[in-house]
């Protein structure tokens, strides 16, 4: 059964600073990696997405790199804004009907 | 192009009472799911469709039902509700065919069962 860990389970970081959310999955036979954006009370929104045979992705301030064969995976955020405020959630797209299994997120507080 | 909407936004159950949440693409998807949400955790798995006319369970599927009542639409019925099913629910779509397909979500309904 895949499994996947999200550390820390929150974190709180001064404006401007780069910082890195950590994801881990047990199960290496993945389509792809995805990281999402969950507002309070809202839907998610796919940041990006990490292809099995791919090493990372990059979109405007956020970087995701993927290693496959360790299970791993980290979301690089440069220069965070208070905007960025909101739980991120890693999720590994696996077996036959390709379902999504989540981690438990990363919230993130970017303080003014 | 509305995407993946939900109705009710919010609900309120006794225990014990029934209701169905609905789920509607418009993005021509295959395959549409349903997850559960619990406070701290990440989304779980209750059934999906991977294409019209097929429904089947997921991590978290006991006390759910599903209807896939055409590819646009997908419910998830709950018969006799319980405090244990106080949660979000969030319905997805995707057209999963290559390994760079995603899910794309619902607001969600949030639902509380007294």
């Known amino acids: 059964k895949q499994e996947v860990t999200q550390i820390p389970a929150a974190l709180s970081v001064p404006e401007g600073e780069n910082l890195v959310l950590n994801c881990s999955f047990t199960d290496s036979a993945i389509y792809n990696l995805q990281w999402f954006r969950q507002d309070p009370g809202k839907g998610l929104t796919s940041l990006l997405l990490i292809q099995s045979s791919q090493r990372e992705q990059t979109s405007g301030r956020l970087n995701a790199s993927l290693d496959k064969s360790s299970g791993r995976s980290t979301l690089y955020i440069a220069a965070s804004q208070p905007g960025d405020s909101a739980t991120y959630l890693c999720?590994?797209?696996?077996?036959?009907?390709?379902?999504?299994?989540f981690g438990s997120g990363t919230q993130l507080t970017v303080l003014p | 192009n509305a995407g993946v909407t939900q109705t009710p936004k919010f609900q309120v159950l006794k225990t014990g009472q029934s209701m169905t949440l609905q789920c509607a693409q418009d993005m021509n998807h295959n395959s549409m799911y349903w997850y559960r949400q619990d406070p701290g955790m990440g989304l779980r798995l209750i059934y999906y469709?991977?294409?019209?006319?097929?429904?089947d369970k997921g991590e978290v599927p006991n006390g759910y039902n599903v209807s896939r009542l055409n590819k646009r639409e997908f419910s998830l019925r709950l018969e006799s509700a319980a405090p244990s099913q106080t949660s979000v629910y969030f319905c997805?779509?995707?057209?999963?065919?290559?390994?760079?397909?995603?899910?794309?979500f619902g607001p969600g309904t949030r639902l509380t069962v007294l």
């Open positions: 999720a590994v797209t696996s077996g036959s009907a390709r379902q999504l299994t």
């Open positions: 469709s991977a294409s019209e006319g097929t429904t």
């Open positions: 997805a779509s995707s057209y999963p065919v290559t390994s760079t397909d995603t899910q794309y």
